[in-house]
C-alpha cells in the first residue's frame, strides 16, 4: 500500500522550476531523494507538506488529499527540516508539553521510550543540545504521536560520522515498525546503507524514481558508475574550466 | 485554537509584553504626553512577535495539526488580550485622576492631555494603528518586523501629535476638559473609537488571513 503518492508535483519560482516531480513510498520502506544542492529536494518535500504552495500536481498521503486533508494528514506524519531549531531557550520538557495539547494520538509511554532510548535530558534545551542529538529530540516528538510517515529534510547534514551512524540505524528499527520514511540528502553513502528506494532529482527534473538495488544496477550496465557517487556525477558533472574560461 | 494560545503564552510571547503593561501608570504622570503609555504597551507586544521569529514560531505551529488561519487568529487574539488589559489598567487610572485625583496640585494647569474618556479613545485609535501596520504588516512576509513596525512608529507618532494639538483649537477644547460637563460628549467619541479599533483590527484580520494562506514559507 502506498503511504505517499506524489503525481506531476511542480512548483514555479522566479529563477527555478521543480517539473512534475512523480514517485510513491510503499508502507514500511525508507526511500531517499537525492540531488545536488539547488536541485529541488526541500522544495519537493515542502510542497508535500504543504509548507510552500505547489503549483500543480496531486500529493495522496494515506489516500487524504494535501492540501484538502491537511490536518488529518498531520496527525499522521512527522516532518523535520533535520535538527530543531525552534524555541532554543525553552527547555525539553516544555516544548513537548505544548506539542502533546496538539495530538489526540499522543502516546506518553512512546515519549518516555524514545527519550530514554535517545538518552534525552528534558531539562536541557535545544541550545544545550548537539546536532544530531536535536534530530533525536525531533523524531522523539513525530514518533510520540505515532507518526506512520516520517518526512525528513537532511536529517544527516552536519552530523558527525557516529551520530550519522546511529541515525541511520534508527531509521532501519523505525522501518522494521512499520514506519516509513522518506529522506532528502546529498550523502549518498547514507542510502547505501538503509535505503530501499531513490528518488534523484536533477535541475527540478525527475532522473529517477525506483528501488535502489534496480538504479545501482541499470546504471552500472550503462557505464554511469558503480557506486551511487559516481552515477551522480556522471549525471550532474558540469565542465568547471569551460564555465571559468566564459 | 486554545492550544495555541497556549503555545503562545507558553513558548512564543516574550515576557516584556506583559511588563510593558506597566506603561499604562504614564497615566498618572504630570505634564507628561500620556498617550505614549500606550505606545511603550505596543512595543511590549512587538517583542513578542520578535521573540516568536527569532524562535522559528511560524515553522513550529505549521508542522502541527491546525488551520493556518487558526494560527494568524491566536497572534490577533493575543495582542488584543495584552492591549486590553493595557487598556483597562489606563481607563482605571483615568478614572483616578477624574476623581480622587482631581484636585490634586500636580495636575493643575495641565498643557497637555488630560485623561478622559477622549485619551481612552486615542489610546484605542493607536491600538487600530498597531494592529492595521505592524501585525498586519507582519503578516505580509511572517517574518519581516523593522518595517512594519517603523510605519507603526511614524503613524503613532502623528496620532500622539494630533491628540496633544487638537483641544488648543477652540471649537475642540471639550476634547480635554475635565469639568464633567462634556463627559457625555467624549465618552460618544470613545464609543466612535471602540467601534473603530474592533473594525479596523477585524479588516487586519481578514487581510492577514488572506496574505498568510497564500506565502510559501
Same mark, same amino acid.
Given at each position: ?33 537525492? *540531488? ?19 503549483? /500543480? ?34 527547555? $525539553? ?10 495530538? &489526540? +494520538? ?11 532510548? #535517545? ?26 504521536? +505515532?507518526?506512520? $510517515? ?19 540505524? &534508527? ?6 515498525? *512499520? ?43 550503462? /557505464? ?16 568547471? !574550466? ?5 | ?29 504630570? /505634564? ?23 524562535? !522559528? ?53 495641565? %498643557? ?18 498597531? +494592529?492595521?501596520? #505592524?501585525?498586519? *504588516?507582519?503578516?505580509? @512576509? ?7 513596525? $517603523?510605519?507603526?512608529?511614524?503613524? %503613532?507618532?502623528?496620532?500622539? %501629535?494630533? %491628540? ?13 476638559? @475635565? ?39
Amino acid at each position: 500500500m502506498a503511504v505517499l503518492e506524489v503525481k506531476g508535483l511542480s512548483k514555479q519560482y522566479p529563477e527555478f522550476l521543480l517539473d512534475g516531480i512523480s514517485f510513491s513510498l510503499e508502507e514500511g520502506r525508507i526511500m531517499g531523494l537525492i *540531488g545536488r544542492n539547488g536541485a529541488g529536494k526541500t522544495t519537493t518535500l515542502k510542497s508535500i507538506f504543504n509548507i510552500v504552495h505547489k503549483s /500543480g500536481g496531486e500529493i495522496k498521503i494515506f489516500g487524504f488529499d494535501m492540501p484538502g486533508d491537511e490536518q488529518k494528514i498531520k496527525t499522521l506524519i512527522g516532518y523535520t527540516g533535520g535538527a530543531i531549531n525552534y524555541y532554543q531557550r525553552k527547555k $525539553l520538557k516544555d516544548i513537548a508539553a505544548v506539542t502533546r495539547r496538539f495530538y &489526540t +494520538n499522543w502516546d506518553d509511554d512512546a515519549y518516555r521510550r524514545y527519550l530514554d532510548a #535517545f538518552s534525552l535530558n528534558e531539562e536541557k534545551t535545544p541550545l544545550q543540545l548537539s546536532e544530531g542529538m536535536r534530530v533525536k529530540f525531533s523524531l522523539t516528538l513525530a514518533l510520540s504521536h +505515532n507518526a506512520k $510517515l516520517l518526512i525528513l529534510d537532511e536529517p544527516t547534514s552536519g552530523l558527525d560520522p557516529v551520530s550519522r551512524a546511529e541515525l541511520l540505524d &534508527t531509521f532501519t528499527y523505525l522501518k522494521g515498525k *512499520g514506519v516509513s520514511i522518506l529522506f532528502s540528502t546529498h550523502i549518498t553513502s547514507d542510502l547505501e546503507k538503509c535505503a530501499d528506494d531513490i528518488t534523484y532529482i536533477a535541475k527540478g527534473s525527475l532522473i529517477a524514481s525506483m528501488p535502489l538495488e534496480r538504479f545501482l544496477c541499470e546504471n552500472r550496465a550503462a /557505464g554511469h558508475g558503480d557506486t551511487l557517487e559516481e552515477i551522480m556525477v556522471h549525471y550532474e558533472k558540469e565542465d568547471i !574550466n569551460e564555465k571559468l574560461a566564459d | 485554537m486554545k492550544n495555541l494560545l497556549i503555545k503562545e503564552l507558553k513558548l512564543a510571547s516574550s515576557p516584556l509584553s506583559y511588563i510593558f503593561l506597566i506603561a499604562a501608570l504614564m497615566t498618572l504622570l504630570p /505634564g507628561y504626553p500620556i498617550l505614549m503609555g500606550a505606545f511603550f504597551i505596543c512595543f511590549g507586544i512587538f517583542h513578542s512577535f520578535q521573540n516568536a521569529r527569532e524562535s !522559528n514560531d511560524v515553522l513550529y505551529s505549521l508542522l502541527l495539526p491546525v488551520k493556518k488561519s487558526d494560527f494568524v487568529k491566536t497572534k490577533f487574539a493575543f495582542t488584543c488580550a495584552v492591549q486590553l488589559t493595557g487598556f483597562a489598567l489606563c481607563a482605571v487610572l483615568t478614572a483616578l485622576r477624574m476623581t480622587a485625583l482631581s484636585g490634586a496640585q500636580a495636575y493643575k494647569d495641565n %498643557a497637555l492631555m488630560n485623561p478622559s474618556p477622549v485619551f481612552l479613545a486615542f489610546v484605542l485609535l493607536l491600538f487600530s494603528a498597531f +494592529n492595521l501596520l #505592524f501585525v498586519g *504588516g507582519f503578516f505580509k @512576509t511572517a517574518y519581516k518586523i523593522g518595517i512594519p513596525f $517603523l510605519l507603526f512608529g511614524i503613524a %503613532a507618532l502623528v496620532i500622539v %501629535a494630533v %491628540a496633544e494639538s487638537l483641544h488648543f483649537f477652540s471649537a475642540l477644547s471639550f476634547l480635554n476638559t @475635565t469639568s464633567g460637563e462634556k463627559t457625555g460628549l467624549q465618552t460618544v467619541f470613545l464609543a466612535l473609537s471602540a467601534a473603530a479599533y474592533c473594525g479596523i483590527t477585524y479588516l487586519s484580520y481578514r487581510t492577514s488571513k488572506k496574505r498568510f494562506e497564500l506565502l510559501d514559507l
